[in-house]
């Protein structure tokens, strides 16, 4: 990888009680990269995103976002600085239709387009690049699961992200669905973005990641080439079960 490194994260621990979530995480994230991170249920994945996303204060550790360190920042200052994320399950307005749901981040969010009607054209752009556009006057509730993906994605991305954490962007998808999710993370990171995926389907792991990392039990056991990492004995023991 020649980018810059974008996110670096050093010695990060999350503690809940007297259970070590996350144990001394060290990673670094280039520009342009393509990273995936895999564990098992319960390894500290998630933890480790809403310690970056600024939803839980870590214990020891801190994150530093292009040079600049996170500390104390809310999570709509760490959109500022570039970073978005989607969740597991998609959280949209369902009162708001599809085009609103992307049209509000900009007018409240970090981004503060200048007006409702810029804020409108660059959410109707965003359905455009994630294939939703025709279905901008719908409500949330008459989408498919993987169109309510796509609008994940779709509010993530009108911020403007220089770093999008997809969290499990492709469970419960169908195979054809997940072809469809990748060819879209694929284009945005064509695009420019840097893109951390946080997937349990392993075909997309493997098609999409340039690096993989692994955790087990909140500590980091694995970093570098997917195939190597996947190979690795305390990886198939741990995470694939063999």
Known sequence: MSGEILLRAEGVGKRFGGFVALNGIDLEVRAGERLGLIGPNGSGKS??????????????????????????????????????????????????????????????GPARETSPAEARARAMACLEQVELAGRAAQHPRELTQVDLRRLEIARAIALRPRLLVADEAMAGLSHTEVAQMLELLFRLNAAGTTIIMIEHVMRAVREFSQRLVVFVAGNKIADGDPNEVLAMQDVEEAYLGR
Do not use: W, Y
């Open 47 to 108: 933890t480790f995103v809403n310690c970056l996303g600024g939803s839980f204060p870590a214990h020891e550790g801190r994150f530093i976002f292009d040079g600049k360190p996170m500390a104390g920042l809310a999570p709509h200052r760490r959109g500022h600085l570039g970073l978005a994320r989607t969740f597991q399950l998609p959280r949209p307005f369902n009162s708001l239709s599809v085009l609103e749901n992307v049209t509000v981040p900009l007018l409240f």
